[in-house]
């Protein structure tokens, strides 16, 4: 439809505060002006940074719009005043960030789209540990659950992906110099996010994470080149499908699953079953659960089914065979199926029936504590 | 794992602060990489900027060796900075080594890594000089395109169709004690006649591989760094962010399917991938000729096979997977009609493998 009109996304990734993104988007921006680009800036998260506010002089900054909420006004990018102003490319920092409650949209992501579909071409940036896939793997290694997601299509939408690498060390003395955050900040910083460790994985994260984006789009644009002789023997096409329930590691097996669907570049499907015929009739949390899993999935961008059977195990087996899955994927739950050790669980019912199909069972990636 | 986490928690940011300034301060060796996927990313401006910055932070800083032509933005650079010049020899250029030594800078930058030295000087190649250097104590900041690694030689001629002959072994890489990717997405040029369109499309496609290769490379430098500096701090088996799959073959594993998936994933994931068995005593003559038969697939497959000696096959393979830091485990069940008790190896691998993905295939 209006795909060709749409403007580009051009996405800026890093894996902590302070690695350069919006800089490097800053001098691109002056470099678009001085070839006679009209560049505006939408959105500017200056965090006090010299060097970084510095790159902005020059550049026409749309004045935020102001939203009252609870009594104090905030400021959120003028999605309005932007589309009124109409520049060629538009400069958005924080591509993960959440409006505030009252905001026309709920995510600024939501707000690039608006943007976008009004033929803006939008430069923008992010931090890897957004990325709604790799919520579990983020917490794992940091010990923190990130609430600000991006979904995975949404980033797979971007035209062009760069990453923005700097080395710990480096980024480290950044911070001691107090270029990235003030001096009261850095110390929760250091002991957050910004433990060497913490970084050289982060950073490993954003390498691959990069590195996948870009072959992702180098298979859209079906490459055919023979350097990659794993690419030419084409295995058959996967479909996956996953197993929804009221088990919060649901929203892990979610993620995973989907995330596995799209490095095979296989469809992914979820099924929530429940043995009455009617989810009306099922206990209030335990629907609550199913339909808010149900919905992330969806936000997600998996197909979701309600299916009613008195048997799990095989309604869910019956399902894969009529729709040709070739991997089921279940979350491995610590309580339930061990417990009952007599009796054959869920989990060894699915497996016995999947005859023909690979059953993965997903574990969770907890961080290391004491 | 724990214990570590514990310690690192009750140190202060002052503490580690310092801890990073005493190892910086400690290490007489250091090596910082920047590394790009084609000429023209950008590679020599930030190298020399970060020298240029080094400088102005009173650092003793020399050039040792640049690009023979470089844009307008980097002689500006340069001009900035104290530059001991290549030496002329017979046959070529080369940086003068004995030179840098007796000036003694602190930091010496060295760009195009990956160029040969002329005949009859005492290192081949200018990585080696750099490495010389290194050793001398002091530190070198150096760049290379990912086009001039010499294990990556093959898959780089198949995307370029150029012949390489100057190259430096990754091995060099990986010792580097600080790596940075200088990333760029391949330019898009403007007004094209449709040729030129076929042309400027293929060129983006190799490009994007050749920049798909060197983040892969940075990656698995900051994986082998992480695994380095864990290490260091005590911590034995700990991984970084690579997926590692394991597949553990049977007898009767469907071992065609198992290393066809495997290979997949392993492809799509950029992830390692390790084949085990386990080795039992008294096995039948049929199970010996099956199992060599599976194992025969998986060399075919280029896929380093481990073999698990041990009373318990299940106790085996998840002490080695975990010592492997497996990610991802693949495994054969045989879909019996009575139903899987306790006891079933499967049920119990699955019980016990926390933190790690099983994949279970019918065979």
Known sequence: MAETNRGKLKLYIGY????????KMLEEAQLLKSQGIDVVVGYFEPHGRKETIAKTEGLEIIPRAKIPYRGSVFEEMDVGAILVRHPQICLVDEFAHTNVPGSPRAKRWEDIEIIRNAGIDVLTTMNVQHLESLNDQVWQISGIRVRETIPDWVVQQADEVVIIDLSPRALLHRLERGVIYDREKVERALQNFFRESTLAALRELALRETAHEIEHRAIKDEVEIAAKPSEQKQTKDHRILLLVTTDPNTAMLIRRAKRVADFLEAECFAVAIHTSNDLNRMAYQDREAIERHLNFARNMRIETRVLAGSDTAKTLI?????????QVFLARNRKQSYSLFWHEGLLQKIVRLARDMQVVIVSEREPETE | MRSMNREMRRKTPEEILHEVQ?????VQRHLKIFLGYASGVGKSFRMLDEARRRLERGQDVVVGAVQPVVPAEVSK??????????????????????ALIRRRPAVCVIDGLAYNNPPGLRNPTRWQDAQELVNAGIKVIGSINIQYIEELREQVEAVTGKHITETVPVSFIKSADEIELVDAPPEEPIDRSPEQQIDAEQREKRLSILREMALVLTADVVDHQLGDYLEKHGVKHQFGMQERILVYLT???NAVEMIETAQRIADRFHAELIAAYAKRPRLSAEDESAIEEKLAIARAAGIPIEILAAENAIDALLVF???????????????????LLWGDPVDQLIRRSQGMDVRIFPQ
Do not use: C, W
């Open chain 1, 16 to 23: 902590a505060a302070g690695v350069g993104k919006t800089y």
């Open chain 1, 318 to 326: 019956d399902f894969a065979h009529t729709n040709q899955i070739t």
């Open chain 2, 22 to 26: 005493a190892e910086e301060a400690a």
């Open chain 2, 77 to 98: 650079l340069m001009s900035k900075l104290e530059i001991i010049p290549l030496k002329k020899y017979l046959g070529g250029l080369a940086i003068d080594l004995d």
């Open chain 2, 251 to 253: 007898p009767r594993a």
């Open chain 2, 321 to 339: 997977a975990r010592s492997r830091g497996i990610t991802q485990l693949f495994i054969g069940h045989r879909q019996s009609s009575r139903r």
